[in-house]
């Protein structure tokens, strides 16, 4: 399902729904071309026009100041980890990383290839908070200090933005891009793949400060380089055309039912219901997640009073149409992942479903 929608076969009731069908009725002739987005060239007028207004939408929606360059790039999530330690450790050949989750992990463990990555405290065993500021030991001397707003896996996500001291803050935004307001101005680069909340697997959105472009270690590809890409507004080599004219229509979308705003009100509405229903649960449901860092987007919890019961509860719930609420194999249990397309009445069906098997069970 596109998105990762939690009602994956459920169309109807998906907000993405009306996306999913403009895109069908346009999947043969776009706009009267008499063409489909994907037979297109990209060097032609029509998509070179669906490209640049995916790159305004972008800037419009998340207010991006105009000293940022929006990048279009591929490799996902995990060619970022790689790309940001090319493109910016090289001005002091070290880098601050804060490690909450799998995926800061993964960003730091690559990024000790380019340079000298620190952890600013020490990696927890199992993530369940983030430590406070008065906790972090930062370089002054750091190229770049990184974090993950929110990590999906482990369901930790900041509230706050770190306070740097003029060192350029890179933030993975990939699970939580676009679903609450952000002050663009605080960073040096926020990326996200496009899979969680904007588009189809296949392309990652990059906002990056000027000044922070053109410092690329000798060797980095420059299908990763933030300044051969800039310099050709990415379109440096074929990029996946469809991928980025779908999530054009999401931006669309997305500007239509209330912009950052709204999405930012009804993730705040969809994951209290689920935490509600938890802790309404007196310990029959139990999230692992400190109360000041749980995520709006992902919510794992776990059922501990029976071996078998999460099992149950996955198979009931999917045969009810409630999809994909498996944790993630790392970590096991259950997640709940309540992306943009997943709607209020979707979550109030699942946290009712909750409450029964609760109830069942006690
Ligand atoms: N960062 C975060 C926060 C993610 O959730 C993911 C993937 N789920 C990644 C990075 C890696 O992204 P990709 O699969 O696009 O490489």
Known sequence: ???????????????????????????????????????????????????????????????????????????????QFSAVAMNLMGKTGCADYAVTGAWSAKAFKEAQKYGKANLVFPKAEKFTTIPNQSEWKLDPNASYVYYCDNETVDGVEFNFIPETNGVPIVCDMSSNFMSRPVDVSKFGVIYAGAQKNVGPAGITVVIVREDLIGHALPFTPSILDYAATAKDNSIANTPPTFCIYVMGQVFEWLQRKGGIEGMAKHSQEKSQLIYKAIEDSKGFYFCPVDAK??????????????????????????KQGMMQLKGHRSVGGIRASLYNAVTLENTETLAKFMREFYESKN
Do not use: W
Not at 1 to 27: A, E, P, R, T
Not at 295 to 315: C, G, H, Q, W
């Open 1 to 79: 399902s596109l998105l990762m929608g939690l009602f994956g076969n459920n169309l109807i009731s998906c907000f993405l729904y009306k996306v999913l069908l403009q895109v069908q009725n346009q999947l043969l002739d776009y706009g009267g071309s008499g063409m489909s987005v994907m037979e297109m060239s990209h060097r032609g007028a029509t998509y070179l026009k669906i490209h640049e207004d995916v790159i305004k939408r972008c800037r419009d929606i998340l207010k991006v100041p105009d000293n940022y360059k929006i990048l279009l790039m591929p490799g996902g999530g995990t060619g």
């Open 293 to 318: 860092c749980r995520s709006r987007m992902n919510v794992p919890f776990r059922i501990t009073a029976n071996v078998d019961y999460e099992k149950e509860f996955l198979e009931k719930a999917e």
